[in-house]
């Protein structure tokens, strides 16, 4: 199941990751860094980035690339955007962990 893994952290307690604002210089000017709040940034941020994969995926569909059928998404029309953020998440916890793995393997040969 996806979610064995929330249940299994839930007893770590809850910790939230700090944002990371080193990016953020990139997209606003000294002036708007400092009379825009954080949240504010950080929507504006989020919205740009996503506007900025849009951009990309109608690149890749124009050239004829796309790494995953439309029908095999099918599945997963009108999921929840934090439901799929989780998935998400918790697919790259299981990536970074496998890669850790491996190379503890290789290092072992």
Known sequence: HPYARLYAKKEEGKRRKIWNHALEKSLFNP?????????????????SLEAHVDELHSQLLS????????????????LNSKTAKSMVAGLQYDSSQTKLR?????RAV
Do not use: C, N
């Open 102 to 106: 491996l190379l503890e393997l290789q």
């Open 63 to 78: 050239l004829g690339y796309w790494p995953v059928s439309f029908e095999s998404l099918e599945p997963f029309k009108g």
């Open 31 to 47: 002036f708007e860094l400092s009379s825009l709040g954080a949240p504010h940034r950080r929507t504006i941020y989020m919205a």
